[in-house]
């Protein structure tokens, strides 16, 4: 069965560094996302990509983030300079269209931890 | 202000015990619920969609069901394996998914 994945599994850095998590959606899926979930609490949503744009972000999503799809396959979050709260499970998901009747497939996550 | 609340938090069942999982919710325009499964470090994995109050779906020993203001994950003579974390979304009229906290499920052999 098709999935989507993400790498690395898990990402340590330095505060105030850049880092960039990585994530393949399923082949023919058309909408992306991350998330994030910060240990023991709810999953958060931080933006939705379509059409190689951004169609909705949260307020979490502020100037540090970015996304883009480099190519065909790849869709990928950016955090610009680290802070030690954006500790957390990032998680990719996509989905094929927009109806309700389509859920989200998420990856296994990237753990960052920010020192 | 859409809303979704889950519970217990945490529930612990010996194996072979039936019980039920509640997802409660506010929301404008539902457009869907959505249920997932999460294990440990691991993203949440799809289990079912509902779309209308008095629709029921099931696979395996868990069936959800859904009224108008509240969900149920009812799982059926629970096994080890099923222990995890499950979570509720709901889908609003501009298709965005409020997530609950999730609820803990520990199943004791």
């Known amino acids: 069965e098709p999935e989507v994945t993400q790498t690395p599994s898990h990402q340590v850095t330095q505060m105030g560094q850049e880092v960039i998590l990585r994530c393949v959606p399923i082949?023919?899926?058309?909408?992306f996302y991350w998330y994030r979930q910060i240990l023991g609490q709810k999953v958060e949503f931080l933006v939705s990509?379509?059409?190689?744009?951004?169609?909705?972000k949260s307020e979490i999503f502020d100037d540090q983030f970015s996304v883009e799809r480099p190519d065909g396959s790849n869709f990928t979050l950016k955090i610009r300079s680290t802070k030690l709260e954006d500790s957390a499970m990032y998680f990719c998901?996509?989905?094929?269209?927009?109806?309700?009747?389509?859920?989200?497939?998420f990856g296994n996550g990237t753990r960052l931890t920010v020192t | 202000e859409d809303q979704v609340t889950q519970s217990p938090e945490a529930l612990r069942l010996q194996e072979g015990e039936s019980s039920s999982l509640n997802c409660s919710y506010t929301?404008?325009?539902?457009?869907?619920l959505f249920w997932y499964r999460q294990d440990p470090g691991k993203g949440p994995e799809f289990l079912f969609t509902?779309?209308?109050?008095?629709e029921e779906k099931e696979k395996e020993r868990l069936k959800a069901t859904l009224t108008k203001k509240e969900s149920f994950l009812h799982i059926t003579a629970p096994k080890p394996e099923d222990s995890a974390t499950y979570l509720c979304?709901?889908?609003?009229?501009?298709?965005?998914?409020?997530w609950g906290a999730g609820t803990k499920l520990i199943i004791k052999p």
């Open positions: 990509f379509y059409n190689n744009e951004i169609s909705e």
């Open positions: 929301v404008s325009g539902l457009r869907g």
């Open positions: 082949s023919n899926h058309l909408y």
């Open positions: 998901a996509s989905r094929s269209d927009s109806s309700y009747n389509s859920p989200l497939h």
């Open positions: 979304a709901v889908q609003n009229s501009n298709y965005q998914l409020i």
């Open positions: 509902l779309y209308s109050a008095g």
